[in-house]
């Protein structure tokens, strides 16, 4: 009887650990799939209200308190490379939503700043999930950073993602559908009362 309970005690104990794995990879799981849903529902609202696609907005949010000094300069805010956040500001500048302006104090550099229609939208926009995000990271502790990014860092590499472009935050998602304004049905036309014709009363 005391080798059964051994046995039991030494099976349980060998499948402690792969427990604590498994739910240790649960919980990563559920955090990573949690934190997709609430970006692209949050993404999703503020698309509807404003009207531009949500990487769009986080750019106009990174020029709201002054202009950039460069595709690069911009880059750096947004937390991206040029390549990427140069595809969304040539959407942008088409919109009029976004201006490149020489820099008063140089004339030989260019600023990219907020049009009054730029600043417009982004006042409609509720605030946004990626500026939370990044809130969020850069209040942990500088070890617990160090340590997500390079276990996520090693998770790329495991997915033989490295080379994937690091885009913005949906910025490849299809645009989300306004709902488009209630139509006021135009007011029926009144019909012409058709004029009687008296009959002609005859002198006897």
Do not use: C, W, Y
């Amino acid at each position: 009887m005391g080798s059964h309970a051994s046995s039991r005690a030494s099976r349980a104990s060998a499948a402690a650990p792969k427990r604590r794995v498994a739910n240790h990879t649960g919980r990563i799981l559920d955090a990573l799939r949690r934190i997709v849903r609430h970006l692209r529902l949050v993404a999703r609202e503020s698309e509807v209200q404003a009207g531009i696609a949500p990487a769009q907005l986080f750019v106009l949010s990174r020029l709201a308190d002054r202009p950039a000094e460069s595709v690069r300069d911009l880059a750096n805010r947004t937390l991206t490379d040029p390549s990427s956040v140069s595809v969304v500001l040539s959407k942008l500048e088409a919109k009029k939503l976004v201006v490149r302006k020489l820099d008063a104090k140089d004339k030989r550099r260019t600023q990219i700043g907020l049009t009054a229609k730029g600043r417009a939208a982004l006042g409609r926009a509720p605030e946004l999930p990626q500026v939370r995000l990044v809130t969020a990271i850069a209040a942990l502790p500088a070890s617990h950073r160090r340590v997500v990014a390079d276990a996520l860092v090693e998770v790329v590499e495991a997915l033989g993602a490295e080379r994937v472009e690091p885009q913005l935050f949906f910025e490849d998602a299809p645009a989300a559908k306004r709902k488009p304004a209630a139509k006021r049905k135009p007011a029926a036309k009144r019909k012409p009362v058709a004029k009687r014709k008296g009959s002609k009363r005859r002198g006897r």
